[in-house]
């Protein structure tokens, strides 16, 4: 079975701390998401990443950015997080366009607080 | 934009058919649909995707209107464990640009 892990299940930061999200995927995957999942708002996409050092804004980027530096971990970071930010965040991994995959995985969620 | 419509909450006996509609009136001739499930306190699941033919799986079956304006996915024998949102999902990126709207909750019931 695939996994997508992420680092924390629950986060609790003050305002303008620097905060590191990371997730993990163990299935070799070439694309990585992350996704920001807030009631009434469904879950938006944020930033996404086709290989190692690429990346690619999603729908609602401003305040964050990824670092993909191995195949196998997607990091999101906010640089100085504030209290808007406090969400749900979901990390998720799929396979390559070429091996005609469909499916995201997704792992279990980090919920953040931001006080 | 909204690409899906779906009823906000349905209930379904334990043991009987859960059919979930979605329209999606404004799709492309390339774009796919998706089912995604969520449930409580886990990431979304993968349930099954279809371009236009009927789908069917272990989970799942996904019928598709001819004219591909709406589709709606069946779950043929309900259980407790079933319950959660359900997110229709219309997109043309092989899956990878999926927008979540507001799903269906889905409560089965003994």
């Known amino acids: 079975d695939v996994k997508v892990t992420q680092s924390s299940r629950y986060l609790v930061k003050r305002t303008g701390e620097k905060v590191f999200l990371e997730c993990v995927q163990d299935m070799d995957h070439e694309n990585m998401f992350w996704y920001r999942q807030d009631p009434g708002l469904g879950l938006r996409l944020i930033y996404f990443?086709?290989?190692?050092?690429?990346?690619e804004k999603g729908d609602i980027p401003e305040g964050y950015s990824v670092s993909r530096e191995k195949k196998e971990r997607f990091s999101l970071i906010l640089e100085s997080a504030s209290t808007n930010q406090t969400s749900m965040y979901l990390c998720?991994?799929?396979?390559?366009?070429?091996?005609?995959?469909?499916?995201?995985?997704f792992g279990p969620g980090t919920r953040l607080t931001v006080t | 934009d909204a690409k899906t419509t779906q009823p906000p909450s349905m209930d379904c006996a334990e043991g009987r058919a859960a059919n979930l509609p979605c329209n999606h009136s404004t799709i492309s001739g390339n774009e796919y649909v998706y089912w995604y499930r969520q449930i409580h306190s886990q990431g979304p699941q993968y349930i099954i995707h279809g371009l236009k033919n009927n789908e069917t799986n272990e989970m799942a079956s996904l019928i598709i209107t001819e004219d591909r304006k709406s589709s709606t996915l069946i779950l043929p024998h309900a259980t407790l464990r079933d319950t959660a949102v359900y997110y229709c999902i219309v997109s043309m990126e092989y899956g990878n640009k999926l927008v979540f709207g507001a799903g269906t909750i889905l409560r089965v019931k003994s």
């Open positions: 998720a991994s799929s396979l390559s366009l070429l091996a005609g995959s469909y499916e995201q995985y």
């Open positions: 990443s086709y290989d190692v050092k690429m990346k």
